[in-house]
């Protein structure tokens, strides 16, 4: 099965911060993966579908690269409503796991 | 307009079998390549992949939890029912369900969870 890393778990930030968030995956998963934000007490949200498409809505703040292993999700200004937590899910075949999250904070 | 709602017992006693049931709108699961999945997350931890069912009936599920899972669904009402044998404390987690497309498609749509908690 192919397992997902992300890194960093958690990152302290200001408003108006770059972030980038890194997804290793364990194997190639082409560029089929997906990131989602969670904010406390709500279901995830899609952000970007086949690493790089931004979904339909997503401010044009949050982008998406990578392929095969390694993918990074990048918030280019970080708004007071990103604070939350970003995973990213592999798409390419069974199972579908998700990584272990990766959790924004105020600094 | 694509919407899921989860429900279920809120709490059940380890060893029991627990049924969740989402209902959905907005798209019909006779449609060629639309499937419903459940995803489940205890409190405080990562979201993690349960089960997906297509249109065409075909399943697929977490091997790690297969033994114990059976995913069904029941067109005429717009449903999906998700099956867990033998729970136990761990198994306590929001539960919900959401929608994706045939393929190499993420879930777009979720649905707000429902609160299973596993307790004697």
């Known amino acids: 099965d192919i397992q997902l890393t992300q890194s960093p778990s958690f990152l302290s930030a200001s408003v108006g911060d770059r972030v980038t968030i890194t997804c290793r995956a364990s194997q190639d998963i082409s560029s089929y993966l997906a990131w989602y934000q969670q904010k406390p007490g709500k279901a995830p949200n899609l952000l970007i579908n086949?690493?790089?498409t931004l979904q339909t809505g997503v401010p044009s703040r949050f982008s998406g690269s990578g392929s095969g292993t390694e993918f990074t999700l990048t918030i280019s200004s970080l708004q007071p409503e990103d604070f939350a937590t970003y995973y990213c899910?592999?798409?390419?075949?069974?199972?579908?796991?998700f990584g272990p999250g990766t959790k924004v904070d105020i600094k | 307009q694509i919407t899921l709602k989860e429900s279920g017992p809120t709490l059940v006693k380890p060893t029991q079998t627990v049924t969740l049931t989402c209902t959905f709108s907005g798209f019909s699961l006779t449609t060629n390549k639309v499937a419903v999945g459940w995803i489940r997350q205890p409190p405080g931890k990562a979201l993690e992949w349960l089960a997906v069912?297509?249109?065409?009936?075909?399943?697929n599920y977490n091997p790690s939890l297969k033994s114990r899972l059976t995913i069904t669904k029941d067109t005429s009402k717009n449903q999906v029912v998700l099956i867990m044998t033998n729970v136990d404390p761990v198994d306590s987690a929001t539960y919900y369900c959401?929608?994706?497309?045939?393929?190499?498609?993420?879930?777009?749509?979720w649905g707000q969870g429902t609160l299973v908690t596993v307790s004697s």
């Open positions: 086949a690493a790089s």
């Open positions: 959401a929608h994706r497309q045939r393929g190499y498609s993420p879930f777009d749509k």
């Open positions: 069912i297509y249109s065409d009936d075909e399943k």
């Open positions: 899910q592999q798409l390419n075949r069974y199972p579908l796991p």
